[in-house]
């Protein structure tokens, strides 16, 4: 009888990628959601920003607590890996500890229960065994590892280096093996995903990847996440922009638009350059612009904050995500005079207001159009309505389609449908299928 298996991913989904890895080591376990009947445990941490360093140790005394007596609790991850000799410590009850390095051995770490902290940063490749999870047509690309910007709000350069970029070869490899596996839409990411292989020399590599995925057969779609002012040229944009298989979808984090403060954030791309870039993204034929900003960091003053406020306002992003200032060791910022976390709030609320009413306007944008979606299922929503993404949005962030009339089509997980948006429920389209496509 197989042994169970709980694992839990916090984070981003670059964690994600890594704890696919750790299921592909161990594929002999039964997979559950039950912990209290799982034979081992693992919670992979994240450890960002304060509410998700928070999150992340619940989870593991939440875990610690529903573990029953003979199995074994296993904690990795960017938390466990910035603050190990302070966890291993305080947290007596975890049986196996390891970082950012030691995915790949983790079947090896939980035969010999043994805690390990590989100093070099795991990197997946195209060799890596991964199950891919929650989704049986879309997988998550990690393309490099680590960053050379220098935020000043950032410390995951402390804990995870300097950016380490995998091979084009290596990337096309991969993707044609899950191609093979039945996926067929993708999300490249990566801490900085606009300069992806320069450290191999190569500053246009992101653009030559595109060109490269573009031959794959059998991609029915793909999308770029998380690119960066000061990497970002007009070419890449383009090339987004003009390909057959790659979404005109441009997710560029600015942080903040105050030359102020993208001076003291040390973003590298000045009010200028960034608006330039953000304006050639927009004049491009049905894009979508995601964007997110922090609120409160050191050295906003009010009239920052309204210059960051009405821009979004005015810009018109398609969906913004905001972010409280967090003070994280490690990082310029640090010791810089910290902002009133009443204040830091406050601000954040309000810039949350504006990304709604904008999500709102974006989505009402698409009322009697017809879009491309892809089907994920029944939604949770009701029974009798169908989950779908719009193909331009990225899975999980950006929201879902309900499919209120399927027009007695036969609808399965991951088909792609032409559909029609017929009103917003609150802030959600609700859609009518017209043709399988």
């Not at 875990?63 to 910035?82: F, I, M, N, T, Y």
């Not at 229960?113 to 690309?141: C, D, M, W």
């Not at 005109?248 to 870039?277: C, F, V, W």
Request: proline letters at 2%; aromatic letters at 8%.
């Amino acid at each position: 009888m197989a042994k169970k298996l709980h694992l839990i991913s916090l984070g981003c989904n670059k964690n994600l990628v890594d704890s696919e890895v750790m299921l592909g080591r161990l594929y002999e376990y039964e997979l559950t959601n039950n912990a209290k009947s799982a034979d081992v445990i693992i919670v992979n941490t994240c450890g960002f920003i304060e509410a998700a360093k928070e999150e992340s140790i619940s989870t593991i005394l939440e875990s610690a607590k529903d573990k029953k007596d003979d199995a074994v609790l296993v904690v990795s991850g960017c938390l466990s890996e910035r603050y190990k000799e302070e966890l291993i410590e305080a947290l007596p009850e975890v049986d196996i500890w390891t970082g950012v390095g030691d995915y790949e051995r983790i079947d090896e770490l939980i035969a010999n229960k043994q805690s390990s902290f590989t100093p070099e940063v795991y990197l997946a490749n195209e060799n890596s065994k991964r199950v891919i999870t929650g989704s049986k047509y879309h997988a998550y690309i990690k393309l490099s590892e680590g960053c050379n910007q220098k935020c000043s709000f950032c410390a995951i350069p402390s804990f995870k280096g300097k950016l380490k970029s995998r091979t084009i070869e290596s990337v096309v490899n991969e993707v044609i093996g899950l191609v093979e596996q039945g996926f067929k839409d993708f999300s490249f990411i990566s801490q900085d995903t606009s300069s992806y292989g320069r450290d191999l020399g190569n500053k246009d590599a992101l653009i030559d990847l595109i060109k490269q995925v573009e031959l794959i057969p059998g991609i029915r779609s793909a999308r770029v996440l998380y690119l960066y002012p000061s990497t970002t040229t007009f070419e890449l944009i383009d090339t987004i922009a003009n390909s057959p298989i790659f979404q005109t979808y441009y997710d560029m984090p600015i942080q903040h638009i105050s030359d102020n403060m993208l001076k003291i954030m040390k973003r590298g791309a000045n009010k200028k350059r960034t608006i330039e870039l953000l304006e050639y993204m927009k004049s491009k034929e049905g894009s979508f612009i995601r964007t997110a900003v922090i609120a409160g960091h050191p050295g906003e003053s009010e009239e920052d904050f309204l210059e960051i406020k009405n821009f979004i306002k005015e810009f018109g992003f398609d969906r913004v995500t905001v972010f409280e200032y967090s003070n994280e060791e490690n990082t310029s910022a640090y010791e810089l005079e910290q902002i009133d976390k009443e204040i830091i709030s406050s601000r954040a609320e309000e810039l949350g207001r504006v990304a709604r009413d904008l999500m709102i306007e974006s989505n009402s944008k698409l009322i009697n159009k017809e879009i491309e979606v892809v089907i994920d299922g029944v939604s949770s929503e009701h029974e009798y309505l169908l989950s779908a993404r719009a193909i331009l949005w990225a899975p999980e962030i950006d929201g879902e389609v309900l499919i209120n009339d399927s027009n007695d089509l036969k609808v399965e997980h991951g088909d792609y449908f032409l559909a029609k948006v017929t009103e917003l429920a609150d802030i959600t389209p609700l859609a009518t299928l017209i043709k399988k496509i």
